[in-house]
């Protein structure tokens, strides 16, 4: 084949009056190949949005958006590699960087693809799952399983490729052998982690199995309030309730005790504190509290109650417990609890508000004639 390129290039050529070297035809086919992957990655590309335009398909939509470029890079780099097969020894031998570039490029496009079509498989996996719901908690686990492992191949691929990238150089190849190996790649994981890499990996496999925290579960940490927006191999990012971000190492949720208010279930008890005056009807204020309850559509319905829970020299505590679906629900139903009781005893009971009282010695004396 080589042979008959090379006769078919010098015939046209010499049509023009040049007679070329004997690589030109070699350095052809390289370009030729170039050309023609381009041409293909083109040509895909309008055949893929001629498809999405007329019915669009989520799985071609995630391909385009996040495969798109990686492909660009593949084929081109694909038929290089196999052009490059094609030419003589002579040609390798004059020219080893054609080879050695092909090489390249095609690992690193492979790898690349590779990376990306496994985005493309968790995003697909995980679309009909609703983490933003407290009560999916299956669905929660799973998403949090998937992009934990999407994330660990991810690397062992990266890991794979560059081993091989390595192996390519001469040089460097008996680093790229030990890196393929188990003991070269726990060398190497321990030498340039200090321990300290590898116990987050550790521990992230260990909260994907256990699931102490998944996404979008509800936790105090460090005491502030707020929900798992991100799990990563290394670290865990919590979306704190005023938007803030806390980023702890993943370690933390495996050495350290936290609050995770979703962790079974989403429902939460609201409490709600009081402090009124002694004459305060109690029954009354129990009375209306239910009738707000009821009326309030984030009670669950599941537990109510109002109690006097302590006395102090002024005023007594008054409690009142309402259960909600979820942890926001529950914050506004304390919340209107809240309003709604104190509105009504200012409006009916003014005299059960907290009260300081004080006794004169003018006043205290007829009593003490009396006595």
């Known amino acids: 084949m080589q042979q008959q390129l090379d006769t078919w290039i010098r015939a046209i050529v010499r049509w023009f009056g040049y007679i070329p070297n004997r690589d030109l035809s070699g350095w052809i086919l390289l370009i030729t190949a170039l050309i023609l992957g381009l041409a293909i990655d083109f040509v895909v590309t309008q055949i893929i949005r001629f498809i999405v335009r007329r019915r669009p398909f989520q799985t071609i939509t995630l391909l385009q958006t996040h495969v798109r470029w990686a492909f660009w890079a593949f084929v081109p780099s694909m038929l290089f590699l196999l052009a490059t097969s094609l030419q003589s020894a002579r040609f390798l031998r004059r020219h080893p960087v054609a080879d050695k570039t092909a090489e390249i490029l095609f690992l690193i496009s492979c790898t690349w693809l590779i990376v990306q079509l496994l985005k493309v498989g968790e995003l697909r996996l995980i679309h009909q799952y609703d983490t933003t719901k407290d009560e999916n908690l299956a669905q929660r686990k799973f998403v949090t399983q998937v992009r934990f492992f999407r994330r660990l191949i991810g690397i062992m691929v990266i890991v794979l490729g ?210």
């Open 162 to 371: 560059a081993s091989l990238l390595l192996i390519s150089f001469q040089g460097s190849r008996k680093v790229g052998l030990s890196v393929l190996t188990s003991a070269g790649v726990v060398s190497v994981v321990i030498g340039f982690a200090a321990q300290k890499t590898l116990a987050n990996l550790l521990a992230g496999i260990q909260i994907a199995f256990n699931q102490q925290i998944r996404l979008d579960d509800a936790v105090v940490v460090e005491k502030e309030w707020g929900r798992i927006e991100e799990i990563n191999l290394t670290s865990v990012i919590v979306r704190l309730w005023d938007r803030r971000r806390l980023i702890l190492p993943i370690t933390y949720f495996v050495e350290n005790p936290f609050e995770n208010w979703t962790r079974s279930d989403a429902s939460i008890i609201g409490a709600i504190f009081l402090y009124l005056d002694y004459n305060v009807p109690v029954d009354k204020i129990r009375e209306k509290a239910r009738d707000i309850v009821e009326n309030d559509p984030l009670w669950t319905g599941e537990s109510f109650a109002v109690q006097v829970t302590d006395t102090l020299p002024t005023c007594i505590q008054l409690r009142i417990l309402a259960s909600a679906p979820d942890a926001p629900s529950a914050f506004d139903l304390r919340c209107h609890i809240r309003e709604s009781l104190i509105a009504f005893i200012r409006d009916e009971y003014p005299q059960s508000l907290p009260q300081t009282r004080l006794m004169l010695a003018e006043e205290m004396k007829p009593k003490a004639q009396e006595l």
